[in-house]
């Protein structure tokens, strides 16, 4: 029976360093020979994994937490963000003094032109302080956007009843994903496994953040890193061993796949 296994790409394919463990690599090419399905499940942005999709030869993925998801290459789903929300968020968050950060599948552009939590959140990615366009949202499809505020800020933003179309989800001491209400990787993941045909049970999800909780509860098979809080092991099915301990590699052993 043919199979399919999702990874999360920070702290799950790459380690803390932002590095691909051999043994992770080596993992996934047996899995292919294996014949079985690989894909990436990230809430980066497609622009911001390609060299990595390059390394590993996948070009099946689901990215923005589920957002824009492509299937060979070829996009088949895509849930951007509601543009007038988008603009009342850019307002309000201007008055407030929190940068914002607008992304679609090909980059991603500033509200302003310098700013120290975006320098400090996207370096911890690896990526350097986007350029400024102010008016970036404006007539073009957002699959997300970055909030860039401390957690006692948040509150002035995440109640539904200011954002009913939006759903927010930290992942950095200063910066909050700004996602449509509803989306999720979970959901990303169901549009590709409907495209394929597979069954529930022959669908596994490897992540370590809480945006993957979801995801590791929607398919038979969630395995949690080592490395992931104690509230992403518990929505798990099982849990392997550390990013840096050869995580992927034991885990797909435990489980049989290679």
């Not at 990595?52 to 589920?66: A, K, T, Y």
């Amino acid at each position: 029976m043919k199979k399919i296994v999702f990874f999360d790409i920070d702290g799950t394919l790459l380690d803390h360093d932002k590095n691909l463990p051999d043994s992770t690599k080596e993992a996934i090419g047996k899995l292919k020979e294996n014949g079985t399905f690989v894909a990436i499940a990230t809430g980066r942005a497609p622009f911001m994994f390609e060299s990595l999709r390059s390394e590993l030869e996948i070009d099946s993925f689901v990215s923005f937490n589920g957002q824009y998801v492509v299937f060979e290459n070829e996009p088949i789903y895509r849930n951007p963000l509601k543009s007038s929300e988008i603009e009342k968020l850019y307002l309000h968050a201007q008055s407030n003094g929190h940068p914002l950060v607008f992304m679609n599948e090909k980059t991603m552009k500033s509200s302003v032109h310098h700013h120290a939590f975006i320098e400090k959140s996207m370096s911890s990615l690896k990526f350097p302080h986007p350029e400024e366009d102010r008016e970036f949202y404006s007539g073009r499809e957002l699959y997300q956007s970055l909030l860039f505020c401390e957690e006692k800020d948040e509150e002035k933003y995440i109640s539904s009843s200011i954002y009913p179309d939006f759903g927010f989800i930290r992942w950095h001491p200063y910066s909050v994903d700004v996602l449509p209400a509803g989306g999720s990787k979970a959901e990303g993941i169901k549009q590709m496994i409907k495209r394929l045909g597979f069954d529930l049970k022959d669908v596994y999800a490897f992540g370590d953040g809480l945006n993957d909780i979801e995801m590791l509860n929607a398919v038979g098979n969630g395995v949690a890193m080592g490395n992931a809080e104690e509230v992403v092991k518990k929505a798990a099915d099982h849990v392997t061993s550390g990013v840096d301990d050869e995580g992927i590699w034991k885990g797909l052993k435990e489980l049989q796949l290679i």
